[in-house]
């Protein structure tokens, strides 16, 4: 089954060579107008041009240097350290006891 479902995917993702266009320009399936406002979004979505501002190795340290950066870090960590609980919590409970039997609480006293 799983050889089924990766063969597929495989082949969607060797069609995406043929089927997706590599710029706005020589997309034959938009026409001259949707071409144009596609071209209007992309500049308009642009921040800035990464080639006139800062080196890869500026932006790299100033991203270690910004707390919010070491904050989605931190985030991320406690994320997957609550995360690991469902997977690992069983097995350990399960070591701490010497034997396979369930313990019951004593007789609980109902109070009313």
Not at 38 to 54: G, P, S, V
Request: aromatic content about 12%; some cysteine.
């Amino acid at each position: 089954m799983f050889i089924v479902e990766g063969v597929a995917s495989a082949v969607v993702g060797l069609l995406g060579f043929w089927f997706l266009p590599n710029r706005i320009e020589t997309t034959k399936w938009l026409s001259n107008e949707e071409r144009e406002m596609a071209q209007n979004r992309m500049e308009r979505d642009r921040l800035i041009n990464a080639q006139e501002h800062e080196s890869v190795w500026d932006a790299l340290k100033n991203a270690v240097m910004d707390w919010r950066t070491w904050l989605f870090c931190a985030m991320q960590n406690f994320h997957y350290a609550g995360l690991s609980f469902i997977n690992f919590l069983p097995t350990s409970v399960t070591s701490l006891t010497s034997s396979s039997t369930i313990m019951k609480p004593a007789n609980l006293v109902a109070y009313t």
